[in-house]
């Protein structure tokens, strides 16, 4: 049988090349600064936080290591391979374009039907550019899908015509527009399977005809979860499994006013629990250890996360595990029983420190309740990771000043702060009269503030916050802890890790920055040099 299908997931642009492709637009927009807060300058050229554990850790090793963050099985292929096997197809996943290169140039030879590109993580085209031309140089007839929550987006954003030359600028064949898309993809390559494929057959499809794009019947996708997981997984044979991310629910119940997600994601949707624990059991007997619940909102609502947690429990599967938290929604016997069920760091969507601006961003959470949450967790020995902007509408020094002041007096164990994105299509853009907000994205500006001042506060902050460490957003999340973890690092070397990159990161921050020192090239490398696991992959 020949391969129907090929599914090829992230691509990571080194930080190098983003910065430098955002250096002229300096003046014009927060991007660049946004980006160097989430960087080091190291050796002479931006670094990613995942570049920089992986070149400090290989000179502890005294070779290239393999522990990267993208060789965590990325949720969309594997979840893709597997439904896509089930309907009968022949399929094969690429979970990493960058390390799994020669995988991808064997796989190519093959000369598979078609090849999808999942854009779960991008933020422009660039790294989609990148695959179509790889696999145009080594098959240029293939025909070249996009899908996933990138394109989704760019359909929402955007209008025609913007969408027209957005799609000609990334160079593949055929767009799927759904969130979801599975039902689509899986009609879709069935499709491409017959003699003459009549694509305006199937909705949710952008497609080339000529110079032009044809767009199909726009049907939503609301797809079950039950029963419906990734069972494909294989592992390195004698090496620690990497954590695996899952999911037990699909969009999000609330509807904070800067955030497209519920929009995007449809209703709030959750998986039965009886197919969880099919799923668990699952992990459980390859042997995976620790688990990344992907969830937006895992505890609510709080009785099902309570069964959860009992279930997790129940069965002793002793799995390590981090999540995102609502620590407004939550009550001391559920602290309890995440403690016992394995819970080892939680991401916490803050937001902000100060009740008025939580009251304009819709949070439906008070600072008492934040409060009450991180010191529960520290009590039972949970990581926090508080996730705080700066920027939204109606704020101003002083109501940044208390978010400063939030962190420096919780001490949650990781923090992150960064400018206010302004996107165009959610609640807080229909009050743009009210707060006067113009422009969008890292360049706008309202009544109180703009991206130029957001970006100092940011800067500010950062030097004031000493007791929490810093975790940037791209490319290095709690979940990166989780991994390392999995791999054998200790909570305690990736904390002095953090802490070195911090002092890299801020000496950095921006390229004039006259006191750039440098100073802790030489610190950051001898990090992991006395790591238990490193002596391991030494003497191997
Ligand atoms: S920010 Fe989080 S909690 Fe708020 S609407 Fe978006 S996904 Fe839901």
Redesign the pocket.
Known sequence: MGLDFVIVGYNQIPMNDILEGLEVTQNLSGAYNHMAGQSVVFSNRRYSYSDLIKESISNAIGRPCEFDIWNMPICAVHYLVSILRKSGLSVEGVNSFNNDKTKLIEILKKSPRAIGISTSYYIDNDPIKEIVEFIRDYDKDVIIIAGGAYIANLCFENDVNQQNWLFKDMGADIYLNDSQGERTLINLCHELKKEAPDLNSIPNLVYKEGKSFCYTARVKENNTLDYNYADCYSFVKDKPIPAVFTRTSRS?????A?????FL?GKYTLACLESVEEELDYLKSIGVEYLVFVD??FNIPLARFKKLLKLLIQKDYKFKWFS?L?CSDIDDEAFDLMSIAGCKGVFL?I?SGDPQILLGMN?RATIEQYKYGINKLKEKGIMTMASCMIGFPGETEETVANTIKFIKETEPTFYSLQMYFHETKVPIADKADIYGITGGGYSWCHNTMDWRMASNLVYKGHQEISNSLFLPIYSFQLWSICYYMSQGFTKEELCEFLRYAKEMMLDSYNNSNPEYRGGQDKKILEVFKNSKMVMKYKEE
Do not use: A, M
């Open positions: 999000c119940s609330n509807h904070c800067f955030c497209r997600y519920p994601g937006d909102t995102f609502r969507g937001e949070k």
